[in-house]
């Protein structure tokens, strides 16, 4: 089973910053099969980023995706108000099971 | 535009089978350009994948799960099922149903999820 390991497990910034989030698989994942969602309170979670760096449908430009193998990073170039929630990295591999990170909380400082 | 709806009971008593269904409108569920899948999420924590359902009928779970989950589609109501036996509080959770684009396997729509709790 592949681990994902998403740190922070909380990031504290204001509105306007740059918000930076890792994630970190046990073993190399395809680039084309790790994707990032975000999740509000009360609200299922909703596709942001797959194939580590495609926007999903309907997705702002100032979020982004990156890396490769082992590492993998989201970008918040500039938080909106709307921007706080958690984030969880995805993975899919040739043998089930497909994993998720444990999550990074985005809070408003 | 694909919308995806859970249902079931809300109460379920340990060692009884957990069985959801998940209603889709605006797509179908025998497109070979998706697939359709469970996951669930305890209070509080992360998001746990349970299986999927193919187009060809074909399914594959989590094998923390293998023994005790069946998941089926029915393609004349458009509708999928889950169900999960010999349940535990454990198994308390949201449970979602989702949508996945085939070739990315990431989860591109879900269901606004159902709560089941486990308990006497």
């Known amino acids: 089973e592949i681990v994902l390991t998403q740190s922070p497990g909380t990031l504290s910034l204001s509105p306007g910053e740059r918000a930076t989030l890792s994630c970190r698989a046990s073993?190399?994942?395809?680039?084309?099969?790790l994707a990032w969602y975000q999740q509000k309170p009360g609200q299922a979670p909703r596709l942001l980023i797959y194939?580590?760096?495609s926007r999903a449908t309907g997705i702002p430009d100032r979020f982004s995706g990156s890396g490769s193998g082992t590492d993998f990073t989201l970008t918040i170039s500039r938080l909106e108000p709307e921007d706080f929630a958690v984030y969880y990295c995805q993975q899919y591999g040739m043998s089930p099971p497909w994993t998720f990170g444990q999550g990074t909380k985005v809070e408003i400082k | 535009q694909v919308q995806l709806q859970e249902s079931g009971p809300g109460l379920v008593k340990p060692s009884e089978t957990l069985s959801l269904t998940c209603t889709v409108s605006?797509?179908?569920?025998?497109?070979?350009?998706?697939?359709w899948s469970w996951i669930r999420q305890p209070p509080g924590k992360g998001l746990e994948w349970i299986g999927n359902?193919?187009?060809?009928?074909?399914?594959n779970y989590n094998p923390s799960l293998k023994s005790r989950v069946t998941i089926s589609v029915d393609t004349s109501k458009t509708q999928l099922s889950l169900k999960l036996s010999s349940v535990t509080a454990a198994d308390t959770a949201m449970y979602y149903c989702?949508?996945?684009?085939?070739?990315?396997?990431?989860?591109?729509?879900w269901g606004q999820g159902t709560l089941v709790t486990v308990s006497s």
């Open positions: 359902i193919y187009h060809s009928g074909s399914s």
């Open positions: 194939g580590a760096s």
């Open positions: 989702a949508r996945v684009l085939s070739g990315w396997y990431s989860f591109d729509c």
């Open positions: 605006g797509a179908s569920v025998s497109s070979e350009s998706y697939f």
């Open positions: 073993q190399s994942v395809s680039s084309s099969y």
